[in-house]
């Protein structure tokens, strides 16, 4: 139930606690990881008693879901307007241009959930089950559509009769690799600017040969 009418003191009040506990979150998963971090923990770190981080999350499974949900809605965004220019490309070109753009929007969603990306770039090959509930199920999501935009490329001609499984997980393996050590060591800006060249050369090891 909504607490008190909208855009009311009490409303307001519930909003600014979960603020302050997600930025208490995300403080503590990012220094000491996920595995060890309690609710006590958190509930410190927010200004709330255990009893008031029960008020707003049933387990921090469930604060680690919604953090998540953001980046998971934005990333499933990108990968439906590529999935649509890859329907409609013919031409390699075309294709440079549509994964390049789909580099452009994860970038854009990297800068504006950096703290979270970071977060689910660091414990994702963790244990796939309790706080990592989660952030493994994005992970199972974004090999998924990775996979996708892999298999319809081909499906066009555009790539090489390379496993797309093993072309996918080798591209995915390294943007992500490049993602985090950007965001670790503060150097995002700087890898945004390489992305071009990046995509340029992955599709350059890929692309089929023109005839």
């Not at 008190?4 to 208490?24: C, M, Y």
């Not at 499974?61 to 590529?82: F, K, N």
């Amino acid at each position: 139930m909504r607490p008190g009418p909208e855009g009311g003191a009490r409303q307001q009040n519930r909003k600014r606690r979960i603020h302050d506990l997600h930025r208490a979150a995300l403080d503590l998963f990012l220094s000491r990881g996920l595995a060890v971090v309690t609710v006590e923990d958190l509930a410190a770190g927010g200004g709330l008693s255990k009893a008031g981080f029960y008020r707003y999350y049933a387990s921090i499974e469930d604060l680690v879901a919604e953090l998540m949900a953001p980046v998971r809605l934005a990333i499933e965004e990108a990968s439906a307007s590529a999935e649509e220019g890859l329907r409609a490309a013919k031409k390699s070109d075309q294709l440079v241009v549509v994964y390049m753009r789909f580099g452009l929007a994860l970038t854009a969603v990297i800068a504006s959930h950096q703290e979270i990306v970071r977060l689910y770039l660091q414990e994702v090959r963790g244990p796939a089950h309790g706080v990592r509930r989660s952030i493994v199920a994005l992970a199972d999501e974004v090999d998924a559509i990775v996979l996708r935009l892999t298999e319809s490329a081909q499906s066009h001609g555009l790539l090489r009769a390379v496993d797309p499984l093993v072309s996918s997980q080798a591209v995915l393996g390294l943007m992500e690799h490049r993602i985090y050590r950007a965001l670790r060591d503060g150097r995002l800006v700087q890898e945004a600017e390489r992305l071009p060249a990046l995509i340029a050369l992955v599709l350059e090891g890929v692309a089929r040969q023109s005839s």
